[in-house]
């Protein structure tokens, strides 16, 4: 299929198209940078490809450039790259958000992050880099030093205004009630109405980018796991099949077996978690108590299989670390009591008119938005977009089992919650299926040395899709460029709420379900 | 609300007594890091594998000292999985919680 995009850029803009590489189901295509617009906009209106990445990179000492790379997902499991140079002596390119309103935060990001300006985009205020960063300093350029620190300035932040008689602005954040993250929500409302919202976020960025370069492999593989607390499984997967695809490492069936298991124990108790946190907001104490108690099995389990409550320490380039070997029928028994259980909470927690009345209707997400800002994961298929990476660009044990990928329409909270509790049966299911074929073999390829080469990994996370794109030189990290679920998906808040009561937005804020720490990297 | 009212009183109480009866990990549980200073033949293999840095090694006036953090330890067990000598290994303990930060250093040395 690769070939084919490949077949018709070329066919439609044969002259711009420098350069071509493929390996494996992905294909780079460098163009010319003043094409980059329509060539994007085709991909994406015409083949209906998603824009589901866009970063840059610093190749300054190899090319003389930096580079900026439109990842877009192809049909039958293509990745089509296409990639622009850009001279460092003209750091412009032209910003392709009012064709593909998902590169919104994707251009901010390489503006901040490398002095890369998109010219013409909606918004080009600073993203990451807040207002006392001085002007000049882009951490992921390779010349900025690690430990620079860089003086503070003195600057201001302007927010969007919504003005008119009877308006109030309400800023709640950064620092919140509960122990969370810190974010700022900006509430422009008249009485109860919101009518707007403005987010802003990134308070507490780590640089994991810039601490990925130069890092060895088998270090990075814990990095990529505690980017996100409570998807470790599905950053970690992530990022080892991006290592082993450029070496052509074959992970043993059984290691495949077993990472699928983790990733499905991981989605288990996040959608647990998630359905406890909605009960809580809407007051539904009971619920909350009994999915919280649930969600508690499922950790203990987790430990019982891994050594770990948050499934961590398991992964490694090549395969798996431990075996599970003789902890099978255990896992079936408490999943099969599990089942029970969360069935019977979740017709408790349906038919309850004190719940069904906060969250139908609550929150929508239309389809044409959660698709305009490629939404991801169960908020998407909430909004009635049929999209699992599992499914479209199968991994670990996917192609092997079966599976249903649940999508409902309504796009509000109750239609989040459903795609969760269906979720979770799945999950047993394919818990199961891959317990009762649990090949016989190894469970760590041998990993002797470690290839020059760039690829990308990408897993199906409780929150979407985890995608890595991972440039190895020289047996260290050249580049590591990480794209959290979250950060699609937290500008699709600004809309959901819109409409709603402020009192709605908490539950509303849970059923989306976003993570502060994978997003602000 | 009867069947909410029949579902807690099935459920009863799930809380347990923990701390005053102990909590005991499972057994793959990853915790504490414990040196043995007989088996340890200071060759630095843990010191370059550990992704959080917090292994140490020294040499100073003909001793050699080798020296854990907890504080920043992140239990993923790599220095167990790298020692040729068996002489780090993760134990069960967990509860690691400190006032200081000399309390979560431990160590041991050789003079040679």
Same mark, same amino acid.
């Given at each position: 299929m690769t070939i084919q995009y490949l077949e018709y850029i070329k066919k439609e803009f044969g002259s711009q198209v420098l350069e071509e590489k493929r390996s494996h189901n992905e294909i780079y295509i460098t163009v010319r940078k003043e094409a980059v617009v329509k060539i994007c906009d085709f991909l994406y209106?015409? *083949? %209906?490809?998603?824009?589901i990445s866009i970063f840059a990179t610093d190749d300054r000492k190899k090319t003389g450039c930096f580079g900026i790379h439109y990842v877009f997902s192809g049909k039958e499991d293509a990745f089509i790259i296409i990639r622009i140079n850009i001279d460092e002596k003209d750091p412009k390119f032209t910003s392709v958000t009012h064709k593909i309103p998902a590169a919104n935060w994707y251009e901010r990001e390489i503006q901040d992050m490398f002095g890369l300006t998109p010219k013409g985009h909606p918004d080009p205020r600073r993203l990451m880099?807040?207002?006392?960063w001085a002007d000049g300093?882009?951490?992921?350029?390779?010349? *900025? %030093?690690?430990?620079t620190k860089p003086p503070r300035v003195k600057g201001e932040y302007v927010y969007r205004r919504v003005e008119g008689e009877g308006v109030y602005e309400i800023p709640v954040g950064?620092?919140?009630?509960?122990v969370i993250e810190p974010g700022h929500f900006r509430f422009s409302v008249a009485?109860?109405?919101?009518l707007n919202l403005e987010i802003r976020h990134f308070?507490?960025?780590?640089?994991v980018e810039k601490l990925f370069e130069n890092m060895s492999i088998d270090k990075a593989v814990f990095l990529a796991e505690r980017i996100s607390g409570d998807n470790s499984v599905a950053h970690v997967v992530a990022f080892c099949q991006a290592v082993e695809k450029i070496n052509g490492i074959n992970v043993p069936l059984r290691a495949k077996y077993i990472r699928t298991i983790l990733m499905e124990l991981e989605r288990l108790y996040n959608h647990t978690g998630d359905i406890a946190g909605i009960a809580t907001d809407v007051a539904f104490a009971f619920g909350a108590a009994h999915a919280n108690k649930l969600k508690e099995q499922l950790l203990q389990l987790n430990e019982y299989v891994t050594g770990s409550r948050l499934l961590r320490?398991?992964?490694a380039v090549g395969g798996?670390?431990?075996?599970?070997?003789?902890?099978r029928e255990r896992i079936l028994k408490e999943l099969s009591l599990f089942r029970i259980e969360f069935r019977e909470l979740m017709e408790l927690l349906f038919d309850s008119p004190s719940v069904s009345d906060r969250i139908e209707t609550t929150g929508r997400i239309y389809n044409d938005i959660a698709a305009g800002l490629h939404v991801v994961g169960p908020v998407a298929r909430a909004s009635g977009i049929d999209r699992d990476v599992r499914r479209?660009?199968?991994?670990?044990?996917y192609h092997e089992l079966e599976f249903k990928v649940p999508v409902y329409k309504a796009g509000d909270v109750l239609a989040r919650t459903q795609v969760r509790a269906d979720e979770v049966y799945e999950s047993i299911s394919i818990i199961e299926q891959a317990l009762s074929h649990l090949?016989?073999?190894?469970?760590k390829a041998g990993v002797t040395e470690i290839k020059d080469g760039c690829a990308f990994g990408y897993t199906e996370a409780p929150r979407g899709e985890t995608i890595y794109w991972v440039d190895i030189s020289n047996n260290r990290i050249e580049r590591c460029k990480v794209r959290d679920p979250s950060f699609c998906n937290w500008l699709a808040i600004e809309y959901a709420v819109?409409?709603?009561?402020?009192?709605d937005f908490p539950i509303i804020n849970k059923s989306l379900g976003l993570s502060y720490s994978g997003n602000d990297m | 609300m009867f069947k909410i009212l029949i579902k807690t009183l099935k459920t009863g109480r799930q809380t347990t007594k923990y701390p005053e009866k102990p909590d005991i990990p499972s057994a793959g549980f990853r915790g504490k890091t414990e040196l043995a200073a007989e088996k340890c033949?200071?060759?630095g293999k843990c010191v370059s594998a550990c992704p959080a840095n917090v292994i140490r090694q020294n040499e100073e006036n003909g001793e050699k000292t080798l020296t854990v953090s907890?504080?920043?330890?992140?239990?993923?067990g790599r220095c167990e999985e790298v020692c040729p000598n068996g002489a780090i290994k993760l134990t069960?303990?967990?509860?690691?919680?400190?006032?200081?930060k000399e309390d979560l250093l431990a160590g041991i040395r050789r003079n040679s």
């Open positions: 209106h015409h *083949f %209906d490809a998603p824009l880099n807040f207002e006392d300093a882009h951490p992921l350029r390779k010349d *900025f %030093d690690i430990n950064p620092v919140h009630a509960g009485g109860e109405p919101i308070y507490t960025h780590k640089g320490g398991m992964n798996v670390r431990r075996d599970i070997v003789d902890k479209e660009h199968p991994y670990a044990a090949p016989d073999s190894d469970i819109l409409d709603n009561i402020v009192p | 033949t200071y060759c907890y504080c920043g330890c992140i239990f993923c069960q303990e967990y509860e690691l919680a400190s006032k200081t």
